[in-house]
């Protein structure tokens, strides 16, 4: 085959990529595009941060492609109709994709696949999907022993980048990407693209894997790896990543978290409704609408300093660290009562990462709609808070009018004297403290 279409999709680097390998033995020319979707755009995918990130990405790998004598072609539309276009026009003969698990992803594929030959490779996740599947049913429906089975698969071999990948003479880049101004990007969003993940990369597995399993949790300390955000825009390859972490100190903890997150995508495989629709009905009457309880959440002005604090960061930095979100999530459908979806769509609009099968998957387990095997769990904000922010650093951190608290009060503020509350200008609890 003479030439032959590589469409990028959340897959945005270079090394270990099956589809952009396959590309390149497939044909004499390789198309690398990516299409800008409007209609995603302008949907809560299209939040500000996001938008930010992946600009970020496409610019790193267009300078990617340069070094390796090829063009990345940009265009903004209906990716089937732009990608059709393009094959047409250099007679391309199939198109090779990385395989999602998403209505959205689904449907882009069987379009596709209704004009011209696709090729779907693995490259999203550690193991894809349907790799390992239960002995009755479609998908695990429980973490652990889905973990057993991860973890005795074998993996594919992690792929190097391409010395070159050549592309048809006169090939138009498309879009320039620095013509987009994105307005509303939080004020210390994380740099997106391949360069700046795998640095990350290197200096986490460095410095700090090692206090991974006994520290992850740990709030102020932040010692979890921050790389949701590359490896829900596949600027960093979920493979290579689990493979270079296991067999080091700490690296089963972060191997474990990695299958959660396959676990989720193989879950969302057979449930692509996990960001609308309960995994597990509840059909739990305590539901229910409270604006002004919702608004103060989203803002960070519960009264409740642990949650205010998570809330807070994820305004700041479009990140949040791990246990904060479950303590964030546990508070709005926990205490408040307030449906998930409410809490996913928030998250959504702010999150760099905001991967689907994995926002809306531990939305659903925090919300006892998921896959937890314990869907009654509740997370008291208070014994959090004392066990995994002791002294209170993580709070004054993102709450800083609680700065000059100490220790015995910054979790518990309503408990100072009234004058000393007041000149703290911060609100008072919501809701009754629990128990």
């Known amino acids: 085959m003479k030439t032959t279409i590589l469409l990028f999709t959340r897959d945005l680097r270079v090394h270990d990529h099956p589809a952009l390998h396959a590309a390149c033995e497939d044909a004499e020319n390789v198309v690398p595009l990516f299409v800008l979707d409007d209609a995603l755009l302008a949907s809560p995918a299209g939040a500000p941060n996001r938008v930010r990130f992946l600009l970020d990405g496409l610019d790193d790998l267009r300078k990617s492609l340069h070094e390796r004598g090829a063009e990345l072609v940009v265009r903004r539309g209906d990716p089937v109709a732009e990608t059709l276009a393009l094959a047409r026009h250099h007679d391309a003969g199939r198109v090779h994709l990385s395989d999602d698990v998403s209505e959205y992803a689904r449907r882009r594929r069987e379009r596709l696949e209704r004009e011209i030959a696709v090729a779907v490779h693995p490259g999203v996740t550690v193991v894809p999907p349907g790799a390992v599947t239960p002995v009755s049913g479609d998908h695990y429906k429980v973490f652990t022993p889905y973990f057993r089975a991860w973890s005795g698969l074998r993996w594919r071999p ?66 979890t790896s921050r790389l949701s955000p590359y490896l829900r825009f596949g600027c960093v390859s979920p493979l290579e990543l689990a493979t270079a972490a296991r067999g080091r100190e700490g690296g ?25 629709d309960d995994y597990r009905p509840r059909d739990d009457a305590r539901w229910h609408d409270d604006e002004d309880a919702l608004e103060a959440w989203r803002q960070g002005r519960t009264g409740y300093p642990i949650v205010d604090a998570g809330m807070r960061q994820l305004l700041r930095e479009g990140f949040m660290h791990n246990r904060a979100r479950m303590i964030t999530a546990s508070f709005l459908t926990r205490n408040l009562h307030i449906d998930w979806r409410h809490g996913l769509r928030h998250f959504a609009s702010l999150l760099a990462d905001g991967d689907v099968p994995n926002n809306a998957g531990n939305w659903q387990w925090i919300a006892g709609t998921g896959n937890d095997t314990r869907p009654n769990r509740v997370m008291n904000p208070l014994r959090q808070a004392s066990r995994f922010d002791p002294k209170g650093d993580y709070v004054r951190e993102y709450v800083p009018e609680l700065e000059p608290v100490s220790p015995s009060f910054i979790h ?24």
């Not at 391409?162 to 013509?179: K, Y």
């Not at 518990?412 to 009234?418: R, V």
């Open 158 to 223: 992690v792929l190097p980048a391409p010395e070159a990948v050549r592309v048809p003479s006169g090939l138009e880049p498309g879009i320039d990407l620095a013509t987009f101004d994105v307005a509303g990007v939080s004020p210390d969003l994380m740099p997106g693209g391949e360069g700046a993940g795998r640095e990350r990369v290197r200096a986490w597995l460095r410095d700090h894997l090692a206090e991974y399993e006994d520290g992850h949790d740990d709030l102020p300390g932040d010692r």
């Open 412 to 435: 518990t503020p309503w408990k100072l004297p009234a004058g000393l509350r007041r000149d703290l200008g911060y609100p008072a609890p919501i809701i009754d403290p629990p128990d």
């Open 252 to 276: 089963f903890g972060f191997a474990r978290q990695l299958a959660w997150r396959d676990f989720h995508h193989q879950v969302t495989a057979a449930f692509p409704r996990i960001n609308r």
